[in-house]
């Protein structure tokens, strides 16, 4: 099993929904561009958002055990998904990576 990395690539906000919809939060996302996480095998890391793991969780399980070329060749790099949580009103999008190195 191998270890895999998970980047914050990008964070998006839909404040029209956000008002018409949503009770108001006072901090929701603690994601920040750039910040990556290694994730152990499939073990979640600590620190990144629990429900974007839900999201991601089966690709990184995946990558781990070496599968690759989801959706036969969604992605340049066939050990890799580019996968957002499920936050209707802001979405983060993570760069999900296989790495060569073994897990613990």
């Known amino acids: ?4 990395r998970i980047t914050v690539m990008r964070r998006s906000t839909y404040p029209d929904l956000m ?17 990556v996480f290694i994730a152990n095998g499939w073990e979640k890391p600590e620190g990144l958002c629990r429900t974007a793991w839900e999201c ?25 998904a ?3 949580c499920n936050d209707g009103f802001r979405p983060v999008s993570y760069l999900v990576e296989a790495l060569d190195e073994d897990a613990d």
């Open 1 to 4: 099993m191998k270890k895999v």
């Open 19 to 35: 008002a018409q919809y949503e009770n108001p939060l006072e901090n929701a996302c603690e994601m920040k561009i750039g910040q």
């Open 82 to 84: 580019m996968i957002s």
């Open 56 to 80: 991601m969780s089966p690709y990184v399980m995946t990558l781990a055990h070496g599968g690759e070329n989801f959706y036969e060749g969604w992605m340049k790099n066939p050990r890799s």
